[in-house]
């Protein structure tokens, strides 16, 4: 009888080894190990697209990262990059690097130069945001909220619009007066996700001026 079509491959778990492909790697970190090699970064994604380990979007995002020699700080995949990039003192290597690559999107590639003139003006960002991942997590503290809005509204990151009511969410909340005493956007959707509590954030929206009749 003939043997049984291998099933198809739908994640790492799937994978079965050795993969002639590849260089007969006979486990993952094997495997790992021969794609490390750039030159051989082609049929290492060819294997991936076509088994179904990564979607159309990463193989091109990969295949772009793959033809660059070196990117800043000898990054050369894009969370490497990120990693590096990261960092504010890295900031106009890396941006240079991204508007010439065309690795960011036109919304990220303007939000981060935004970020590099407002330095360059002068303003001066939380003291606690020496990467974009500790600024996340020190402007998502509620407690925080003017001092980073200070610094959005300078930096142009956001709308006048947005700012008056992001003023305004403080206000309520400084009083107690959030569906629920909620303190941030997600604890608030969080809360209002609920549909007993769907009365009582309608009339808060309402009362804020953040829902038009």
């Known amino acids: 009888e003939p043997e049984p079509a291998p099933k198809p491959t739908k994640s790492l778990e799937d994978v ?5 492909d590849l260089g007969n790697c006979g486990s993952e970190e094997e495997c790992r190990t021969y ?9 290492c994604l060819a294997f991936a697209k ?4 990564i979607t159309e979007g990463e193989f091109q995002d990969a295949e772009k990262f793959g ?22 003192d890295h900031l106009d290597e890396c941006i240079a690097f991204a508007d010439a690559n065309d690795v960011l999107t036109p919304e990220e590639l303007d939000e981060a130069k935004k970020f590099q003139q407002a330095l360059k003006r002068g303003v001066k960002p939380p003291a606690a945001c020496t990467d974009k991942k500790t600024c996340e997590t020190y402007c998502n503290n509620p407690d925080n909220i ?6 959005a509204e300078q930096a142009g990151f956001i709308s006048q619009d947005e700012i008056k009511q ?3 969410f403080m206000g309520f909340m400084q ?8 303190r941030s956007r997600e604890q608030c959707e969080n809360y209002c996700s609920g549909e007993d509590h769907l009365d009582e954030c309608i009339a808060f929206a309402e009362k804020a001026g953040f829902l038009s009749d």
């Open 175 to 182: 009083k107690g007066e959030t569906p629920g005493g909620c």
């Open 166 to 168: 992001a003023r305004q």
């Open 67 to 88: 033809k660059i020699a070196g990117g800043p700080g000898g990054c050369n995949s894009r969370s490497s990059c990120e990693t590096y990039c990261n960092t504010i």
């Open 50 to 53: 076509e088994h179904g380990l």
């Open 146 to 151: 003017e001092e980073c809005l200070n610094f």
């Open 16 to 20: 079965q080894y050795p993969v002639a």
């Open 35 to 43: 794609c490390d090699d750039s030159s051989r970064i082609n049929v």
